[in-house]
């Protein structure tokens, strides 16, 4: 969920909640200003009969208007004092309908009777005020809650432009061509001071690039020539006097090892060529005729091992620099010999946008692991760099590069896009 969304959410959420528990609050306080207000002109009507009753020694005459009413009755017993404002309903002649009212029932003193005077006033008004009042409070709350969302939709997202470029520059950031993330031009600080966080970042990162640029550059130019120098003494070596039987066994196993490291150090100097992007000879080759190609190659190979070739190869060009396609090629090729059983099978498929290369072969037990460095199996004779290499080749163009197995085949499955 994005940052905006799950803020107007809350926005949102609380606004409503305030806005319902004022609105509330808000109602019930105009309830009771009306309620006070329609006991004040009851209070005013009862003052009026009073000082009728002293000034003329009766009661005025019982009255039915349309919004007020007044009538008389007996107090029963000795009550006297009474005065009590209820909520009532009372008939509205006019209209012909029970409407509802405030009433005060209250005592008058007539001689030497008390006289029980009920005045009913209509809040019929009071009423219609109270939801004329309420619907303009839910309309105004509705209009404020839409105008809010639409505010922080937009103020929002013009706000945090800022940070989403920051963010984009970063992303397409790369070490190797010594960028720099620049940002708009904001008056906010938070984001200039991250702007010039991610700078400081970016400056870091390009030092500690170009150290360890420096470190493997200098540590495979001074890794050569020692490997040279072994390898030379060693071939001198091997054309001087006879060797014991033991001492040639000796010689061989260094001469191996040497080998082996020489093989590894440009295995490695190859990775970090192709993840820095410093092979850029990218051209449009044909993949059909390379993959046919290296079948003419490894034809020797296959026989060997008495293995059965099948293609179905489709026409299919592809921009990539050849010399990493052919490295590529040579890996898959060179797993599928190795990994394979006598007398086994190897298919390879072609088509628009995919390049399926299967084997036959035992069961590994690094399947999770199969692209990892260093990671093969106890049976290979390897480095376990060739796979590691062909998934850097298929990221620096964008090609996914998937393992599966069915049974005793194993699938290596390129997606060319």
């Not at 005013?44 to 009753?53: A, G, L, P």
């Not at 105008?147 to 790369?174: C, D, S």
């Not at 376990?384 to 080749?393: E, N």
Request: aromatic share 8%; glycine share 4%.
């Amino acid at each position: 969920m994005k940052l905006s969304t799950h803020y107007n959410r809350v926005n949102i959420l609380t606004s409503v909640i305030v806005l319902i528990v004022t609105g509330i609050i808000y109602y019930l306080f105009i309830h009771l200003i009306l309620t006070n207000k329609l006991d004040k002109d009851l209070v005013v009507e009862e003052n009026e009969i009073r000082q009728y009753t002293d000034t003329y020694q009766k009661l005025p005459l019982p009255a039915s208007y349309i919004d007020q009413r007044v009538s008389y009755g007996n107090v029963t017993g000795n009550a006297h004092g009474i005065r009590e404002f209820s909520y009532t309903n009372y008939y509205n002649p006019r209209e012909k309908e029970i409407e509802p009212g405030r009433s005060l029932i209250t005592t008058v003193r007539l001689g030497d009777k008390n006289i029980l005077v009920t005045i009913t006033k209509s809040r019929v008004e009071s009423e219609d005020l109270v939801r004329i009042i309420l619907l303009i409070t839910i309309i105004v709350t509705l209009v404020l809650l839409i105008v809010l969302t639409l505010i922080n939709r937009f103020m929002l997202n013009r706000l945090w432009r800022p940070f989403f470029a920051i963010l984009n520059r970063m992303k397409g950031f790369e070490v190797s061509k010594m960028d720099t993330i620049s940002g708009e031009p904001t008056r906010i600080d938070e984001f200039n001071e991250l702007n010039r966080s991610v700078n400081a970042m970016a400056e870091k990162v390009k030092q500690d690039y170009k150290e360890l640029k420096s470190f493997t550059d200098n540590a495979s130019h001074e890794m050569m020539t020692p490997l040279a120098v072994i390898n030379s003494k060693l071939d001198s070596l091997l054309q001087t006097e006879p060797f014991s039987e033991q001492q040639g066994a000796l010689l061989e196993d260094i001469y191996q090892a040497t080998g082996r490291l020489s093989r590894l150090h440009q295995s490695l100097l190859l990775l970090s060529r192709i993840e820095n992007n410093l092979i850029s000879d990218a051209r449009k080759i044909d993949v059909k005729e390379l993959v046919e190609e290296k079948r003419r190659q490894f034809h020797e190979l296959f026989e060997r091992d008495g293995l059965h070739i099948e293609m179905h190869l489709s026409d299919q060009k592809i921009i990539m620099s050849r010399y990493l396609a052919d490295i590529l090629l040579n890996n898959l090729f060179s797993n599928a010999v190795r990994h394979n059983i006598s007398g086994g099978t190897i298919r390879i498929e072609l088509s628009e946008h995919k390049l399926i290369l299967s084997n036959t072969g035992k069961t590994l037990n690094i399947q999770n692991r199969m692209f990892d460095r260093f990671s093969k199996s106890t049976e290979s004779e390897g480095m376990g760099l060739g796979l590691a290499i062909s998934k850097q080749i298929c990221n620096l163009y964008g090609f996914n590069i998937e393992y599966s197995h069915a049974g005793n085949m194993h699938f290596f499955s390129i997606y060319l896009g």
